[in-house]
């Protein structure tokens, strides 16, 4: 199957995040649902196995994550040391469940790869670069950073797929997969998807984003636009739409958008005509 082709240019990379609350309850501690998970490791392994080289795994922090940083000590520079922890066991399930499906899934930090000093995060992307060139399914999460006093921070997970961006030459597509259809315009179980969010005009897409639950530590659909539109601004594409773990559904994300089912609903936050992203030896993510 070849990549999407859009204006000419090939897509150079396809990002999956698959949201932590299609495959565990986020209130929780620690709890996975592993039919669902395994679900989505075959359908990404299939993706894997179609597009080798053009495709990089993000896991949202689901029970793991969240139950991590839900109540942290503000004084204390480490306490969301345990996050790391948590996020590798996490990355540790979804790597198992892929390498069952003869997938070549390798579990990465990125507290080992990225630090944040003046309100930026610095990635060593050469290391990802690599890994894709090689045939190897990157399996990426939230994690924490250390900033330029020490203390440890943490970098949720749907800021993530931004810091991917930079060894890319060619085009890019982000899919955040989530329990709901895109932004809703009337609310949460509402009917009406917001289509299209100009990142030079996302007013109408922040009034239609509802609240955040207090157990959720991610901000919601508030924190997915935020990271959206800081991966449109660089010139990638990012598609917010609900998840399904079936091979055909994530094949799609492959394709044209203008093959996709007529009734497959989502956001897509992205310029008009997307533009190459620049390669470079290291991003730097504002």
């Not at 299939?46 to 795994?57: C, I, M, N």
């Not at 990012?238 to 994300?253: Q, S, T, V």
């Amino acid at each position: 199957m070849n990549a999407d082709s859009v204006h000419g240019q090939t897509l150079s990379l396809l990002v999956v995040k698959v949201g932590g609350s299609l495959f565990s309850d986020k209130r929780k501690s620690r709890t996975v649902d592993a039919c669902a998970l395994r679900e989505y490791a075959a359908a990404i392994a299939e993706l894997w196995d179609l597009a080798p080289g053009q495709v990089a795994f993000v896991s949202g922090g689901g029970a793991f994550g969240h139950d991590a940083v839900r109540s942290l000590d503000p004084a204390d520079p480490d306490a969301t040391l345990p996050l790391t922890e948590a996020t590798f066991a996490l990355k540790w399930l979804w790597t198992e469940a892929l390498r069952s499906f003869g997938c070549r899934a390798v579990p990465l930090q990125i507290a080992a790869l990225a630090y944040q000093e003046d309100g930026q995060v610095h990635f060593q992307d050469q290391v990802i670069r690599h890994l894709l060139d090689s045939g190897v399914l990157p399996v990426l999460s939230g994690d924490v950073t250390v900033t330029a006093d020490g203390s440890l921070k943490v970098l949720g997970s749907d800021r993530v797929p931004e810091l991917l961006l930079g060894p890319q030459p060619g085009l890019v597509r982000v899919a955040m997969l989530t329990d709901v259809p895109g932004i809703l315009l009337d609310g949460p179980g509402g009917s009406e998807t917001l289509c299209t969010v100009d990142p030079a005009e996302p007013q109408a897409a922040a009034r239609a984003v509802w609240g955040t639950p207090e157990w959720d530590t991610s901000d919601s659909m508030a924190g997915k636009l935020d990271a959206a539109l800081a991966i449109a601004q660089r010139g990638a594409e990012c598609f917010i739409l609900k998840g399904e773990p079936r091979a055909d559904f994530m094949r799609y994300l492959l394709e044209p958008r203008d093959s996709w089912p007529p009734e497959m609903r989502y956001t897509r936050v992205g310029p008009t005509r997307p533009r190459a992203v620049n390669r470079g030896d290291r991003a730097v993510v504002r």
